[in-house]
């Protein structure tokens, strides 16, 4: 008699509760079934998700029609996956006249294995049903009990696919919730979805459930919702912390937020539960996971690569990689980079740098990171073409790359990783480190005008040259900051870089590093209307670089531009034609790519537009092999202008569209 009500009568009997006396008979009923309701409602807070209620909604009609059926949501912790249960579980519990069950499979698990038939043990009583003694018979009752009662069956912190085989009903629905990437389940018909963090506006609204305008506007909301990636675990942390302390600006939390020790000290609480969330995960890892996770914790930028991992002596950098995906303390990134990297999430870093904090060999690690970091960028630099510099060369253990695009690209994907990485060398007094790297990043930064990372880099740069007591570099530095100034049109702080740098002259031993002030200072007198002035300096940079061909070509190619301003374009074709000839000769495809555009204004301004067109399309084509962005824009405005001089509608189309290409 299990799981249902028992009528009897009796003449003259009376009932006592579920007990019932009648003469001398007594008769013990079982008490009426409640329909049990386990899991917890959610947070009153809860927002969007309406894609992933959308398909369990789909998924619970199914189940009406014969199961069960099986979705798993699978994600990182703290992303939401219990409370999108919950949420799922308080609309549509009236689906399933059987009743809802949960189990946190966590609290079952004791080294690495689920006790099932407990979990078993603790449905069978909710639904009514006394568990058999042996534990063996209870997956067979439960299955008979469900074959006859539609339930909801929750399954939290599942790790493994035979976990929730073992667990499933004959009919209904199963949820599961899961760090790990349940994709076997497949077979079994499961829909198998990733939970991501949630959206900026989504992650605002949640903001906006317990923190008023009064309070904060719109703009530090948004800057929590970027410190804490999206994560509710980690919002909901900060949330609590600004209720418990009514004095606590948002503007502090978020400067907290920016690095790590405040990070812990925002984050690592009962709300955020960090160690709660990530140390079982933590704990389980490989040797060769856990030693990723430690790199994790260490490095400074946001990605890592198997490059990387192996660079710094991970053993199985490829399986760790693949282990800490498979529980989603990594995320592929998808992009145009030539190799694969990996994003880790701000609370995992802030958890990993937790897990490292202590590490004897943690500024070794660091190193070790640096090191990679400077060898593989001298190796991108030098993979762009001859130009000067400074620092020896580094990095030849390193793999290189097919072509200066390729070299390009990588720099490109991994800027954030190195402006953190100049950031970290000089916080660890590293100052050679820190200004080698700056000087590599040189084609990045005026390839891509990349102004941001160009100018914060290299303020680090021009403090860590002079600490390491280094003139030729602290002018370097000075000088390819003022380039970023004169690329913005900010001319007064390009002079005001211009100026610092000149102080440090008389100290200086590579003339060529003079030459370079020369080259800029041109570039200030050309952008003040000063061409003659112009052709003076960079006449002058000519001969600091007598004896470097790539030098000679790059200031030939800046006189010739003075000369056509100055009105004098003959002269710059004869300029441009001695340097063509040697970039041919030394196979400076840099310059070979820039040489033509120079070029095409010179004809232009003698009134030959054909040629010009022809020159200008010939930079187009080296540019775009180049994936120059930048020079090629440049191409396609001189043809733009062209064009409508020419009257061309198919070539101005045509210019036109790549522009709006390249702007987006």
Known sequence: MDGYEVSNSLSGAVVHGNVVQGGNVTVQLPPKHRVPYQVRPPRKSFVNRERELAALTAASGEAERGG??????????????????????????????GGV????????????????????????RALGVRPPDAEAERFGEFR?????????????????????????????????????????????????????????????ALVRGWLSAERGTDDEVAALVERCDGLPIALNAVGSQLLRRGRLSVGQVIAELSHQEGRLAVLDND?????????????????????????????????????????VGIERAEDALDELCAVHLLDVVVDQGVDDRFQVHEVVRTHAYLCARELPDRTELLARAVAYYRGRASVADRATGPRLRLQDPTGDALPGFRSGADALEWLHAERANLRAVVKAAADQQWHDEAWWLCESLWPLYHGRKLYEDWIATHRTGIESARWANNPDAVVRMHNQLARAHYERQDFRLAAEQL???????????????????????????????????AVERFTLALEENRGDAHGEIVQSYNLAQALIADGRPEEALAVLAEAGARAVDTDDRDMLMKLPLVRARAHRALGRLDLAVADAGDCVRRAEERKAYPKEAQAHTLLLALAEELDDPELAARSRARLRELAG
């Open 499 to 533: 100026a610092l740098a000149t102080e440090q002259v008389p100290l200086v031993a590579n003339r060529q590093v003079v030459g370079v002030l020369y080259e800029t200072d041109g570039l200030l007198c050309l952008a003040d209307g000063r061409p003659g002035d």
């Open 144 to 204: 008979t009990v469900t074959a006859e009662q539609r339930c909801l069956v929750l399954l939290d912190n599942a790790e493994h696919a035979a976990e929730v085989r073992a667990l499933l009903p004959s009919s209904g629905m199963v949820v599961v919730a899961s760090r790990r990437r349940l994709d076997a389940l497949r077979m079994d018909g499961a829909e198998v979805r990733q939970l991501d963090r949630l959206g900026a506006t989504a992650a605002a």
């Open 68 to 97: 069960p059926a099986i979705v798993v949501f699978t994600g990182l912790g703290g992303v939401g996956k219990t409370e999108l249960v919950a949420k799922f579980a308080m609309e549509q519990a009236e689906r399933f006249p």
């Open 101 to 124: 069950l949960y189990a946190d499979l966590k609290a079952y698990r004791h080294r690495s294995a689920v006790d099932l038939a407990g979990v078993l043990e603790g449905f069978l």
């Open 271 to 311: 709300e955020g539960n960090l160690r709660g969330t990530y140390d079982p995960v933590y704990e389980r890892l490989s040797p060769q996971g856990r030693a990723l996770y430690h790199l994790i914790g260490v490095h400074p930028g946001p990605f890592v690569s198997a490059e990387l991992a192996a660079a």
